[in-house]
């Protein structure tokens, strides 16, 4: 899936080796002011994302009902899919890290800047582990890859390079504008924020931390946008380079038929876009 200011493109490959597509205008939840608003168009992006996400997991569903389903996924068994995979990631990255420090780490310490710099560390563990783990499933290793087609096709776009296959595939499988990165940025700043609101009860913790998680979203969007427009400056760069090392568990280098595929939704946005 590829996205432009107005329309998003998806591109699918059929198991016959025939590459579909699907182009769609980008949610106007996200147009005017609100795009120009800091902070605000962090939270509005990040609505606009999930909701372009469902659509192409829809596109990509209704293909392979084609030929490997009995019958087509509806949107909201997906929205459901995608509703039980936000409440397992809080689950397991808010409330598991937060419940290990306030049984563990609190009964060593006093301190609430040490209990709360703990929850972070924790949390930010469990997130490098859990994308260690994954990364080592087959199935996700192929959607990796394709992560790293979509990589690749950008940056041969944006260094004005031909866009063939050759091409694309001499470029870095790594972004500054990539998700993987975004998130460690959040997890960090959420280290940084939290560690600074005390120690109360335990469900009153949980609530500041659900609370406050849109806020610092909304500043590692702004973080991700100064710094992807500001590439060349070295401070921007030290301060993305473990966001970009980290895209090293979330891509894996392509063949030739996955680059073609982000080629053809690539080039499906500039076609539309222009």
Same mark, same amino acid.
């Given at each position: 899936?590829?996205?432009?200011?107005? #329309?998003?493109?998806?591109?699918?490959?059929?198991?016959?080796?025939?590459?579909?597509?699907?182009? %769609?205008?980008?949610?106007?939840?996200?147009?005017?002011?609100? #795009?120009?608003?800091?902070?605000? #168009?962090?939270?509005?992006?990040?609505?606009?994302?999930?909701?372009?996400?469902?659509?192409?997991? /829809?596109?990509?569903?209704?293909?392979?009902?084609? +030929?490997?389903?009995?019958?087509?996924?509806?949107?909201?068994?997906?929205?459901?899919?995608?509703?039980?995979?936000?409440? $397992?990631?809080?689950?397991?990255?808010?409330?598991?890290?937060?419940?290990?420090?306030?049984?563990?780490?609190?009964?060593?310490?006093?301190?609430?800047?040490? +209990?709360?710099? *703990? %929850?972070?560390?924790?949390? $930010?563990?469990?997130?490098? /582990?859990?994308? *260690?783990?994954?990364?080592?499933?087959?199935?996700?290793? #192929?959607?990796?890859?394709?992560?790293?087609?979509?990589?690749?096709?950008?940056?041969?776009?944006?260094?004005?390079?031909?866009?063939?296959?050759?091409?694309?595939?001499?470029?870095?499988?790594?972004?500054?504008?990539?998700?993987?990165?975004?998130?460690?940025?959040?997890?960090?700043? *959420?280290?940084?924020?939290?560690?600074?609101?005390?120690?109360?009860?335990?469900?009153?913790?949980?609530?500041?931390?659900? *609370?406050? $998680?849109?806020?610092?979203?909304?500043?590692?969007?702004?973080?991700?946008?100064?710094?992807?427009?500001?590439?060349?400056?070295?401070?921007?760069?030290?301060?993305?380079?473990?966001?970009?090392? $980290? =895209?090293?568990?979330?891509?894996?280098?392509? %063949?030739?038929? =996955?680059?073609?595929?982000?080629?053809?939704?690539?080039?499906?946005?500039?076609?539309?876009?222009?």
């Amino acid at each position: 899936m590829m996205r432009g200011p107005n #329309r998003m493109k998806v591109a699918v490959r059929r198991p016959d080796g025939e590459i579909v597509s699907m182009a %769609d205008p980008v949610s106007t939840v996200y147009a005017g002011r609100l #795009r120009k608003t800091p902070l605000l #168009r962090g939270i509005f992006a990040l609505i606009e994302a999930l909701i372009l996400g469902v659509k192409a997991l /829809t596109f990509s569903a209704k293909i392979a009902a084609e +030929s490997e389903l009995e019958e087509e996924l509806k949107p909201g068994i997906l929205w459901a899919t995608v509703g039980l995979g936000l409440v $397992l990631g809080v689950a397991l990255f808010v409330i598991l890290p937060m419940l290990i420090t306030h049984y563990g780490i609190d009964r060593l310490t006093t301190s609430p800047v040490i +209990s709360n710099a *703990a %929850d972070g560390i924790i949390r $930010l563990l469990f997130f490098i /582990t859990y994308l *260690a783990l994954i990364s080592r499933i087959p199935d996700i290793r #192929r959607v990796f890859a394709y992560h790293g087609a979509e990589h690749k096709a950008v940056n041969a776009f944006e260094a004005g390079a031909t866009m063939t296959v050759e091409n694309v595939q001499r470029y870095s499988t790594s972004h500054t504008r990539c998700g993987t990165g975004f998130l460690l940025i959040v997890m960090v700043i *959420a280290i940084m924020v939290f560690v600074f609101t005390g120690q109360p009860a335990l469900w009153l913790r949980l609530l500041s931390r659900l *609370a406050l $998680l849109p806020v610092i979203a909304a500043i590692g969007y702004e973080l991700i946008h100064l710094a992807a427009n500001h590439t060349g400056n070295r401070i921007v760069r030290a301060v993305m380079a473990p966001g970009l090392a $980290l =895209q090293s568990l979330t891509t894996r280098q392509p %063949d030739s038929e =996955q680059v073609e595929v982000a080629i053809a939704a690539l080039e499906g946005v500039i076609e539309t876009e222009e």
